[in-house]
């Protein structure tokens, strides 16, 4: 993984979360381990676009080389419940 994304989750006009990716899963490039402004931790999959709040395990690869930000947002309809 290069850098880190910042990606924000509106929940409604006036409820936001802003992610950090901090990882990515082992076996699959396209899911993103996100950490919420929250404090919880998310999984992203980049194809269908939607974030789903998870438990981390030894699944993800956690990056901890330096982070370059970057902003990505989601839409309401992409956002797991």
Same mark, same amino acid.
């Given at each position: ?5 910042? *990606?924000?989750? /509106?929940?409604? @006009?006036s409820d936001t !979360?802003?992610?950090? !990716?901090?990882?990515? *899963?082992?076996? &699959?490039?396209? /899911?993103?381990?996100?950490? +919420? @402004? &929250? +404090? /919880? @931790?998310? +999984?992203?999959?980049i194809i269908s +676009? ?6 981390? &395990?030894?699944?993800?690869?956690? &990056? !901890?080389?330096? /982070? ?14």
């Amino acid at each position: 993984m290069n850098g880190t994304a910042t *990606l924000t989750r /509106h929940r409604s @006009s006036s409820d936001t !979360v802003e992610f950090q !990716v901090i990882g990515e *899963l082992r076996d &699959d490039l396209h /899911h993103l381990l996100l950490l +919420g @402004s &929250d +404090g /919880h @931790s998310y +999984g992203y999959d980049i194809i269908s +676009g939607e974030i789903r709040e998870l438990e981390p &395990d030894d699944s993800w690869a956690v &990056d !901890v080389v330096g /982070h370059v930000a970057q902003r990505l947002e989601a839409t309401a309809g992409k956002l797991a419940t």
